[in-house]
Nanobody, 121 residues
Framework: QVQLVESGGGLVQPGGSLRLSCTAS????????MGWSRQAPGKQRELVAS???????NYADFVKGRFTISRDNAKNTVYLQMNSLKPEDTAVYYC???????????????WGQGTQVTVSS
């Protein structure tokens, strides 16, 4: 009942930048935390960054100083600006969001379909 659609992935050279976007739609009464996780081949999914509805942020140590998460509450959209990309950042990046549904006021935890980020020369 809540859909997340990501965009912005692609192929970039080491040291380059990409900006991911994720927009939530559907039966949204409240949109609380939004975030990005990633999963590389053969590895477990790991949290990259998250942002609360009030704007407080949390980053994994391996992206601090390189990635910036932000959100536009009016657009139900979260962004991930990725700078100084490294080959080890190659992964499928997933957006997620939690909050409450408009129709039932029950909580939800939604995930996007993922967008591929490949860092290679």
């Amino acid at each position: 009942q809540v859909q997340l659609v990501e965009s912005g992935g692609g192929l970039v050279q080491p040291g380059g930048s990409l900006r991911l976007s994720c927009t939530a739609s559907g039966s949204i009464f409240m949109l609380n935390a939004m975030g990005w996780s990633r999963q590389a081949p053969g590895k477990q999914r790991e949290l990259v960054a998250s942002i609360a509805s009030g704007g407080s942020t949390n980053y994994a140590d391996f992206v601090k100083g390189r990635f910036t998460i932000s959100r536009d509450n009016a657009k139900n959209t979260v962004y991930l600006q990725m700078n100084s990309l490294k080959p080890e950042d190659t992964a499928v990046y997933y957006c997620n969001a939690d909050g409450y549904l408009k129709t039932t006021l029950l909580p939800y935890d939604a995930w996007g379909q993922g967008t591929q980020v490949t860092v290679s020369s």
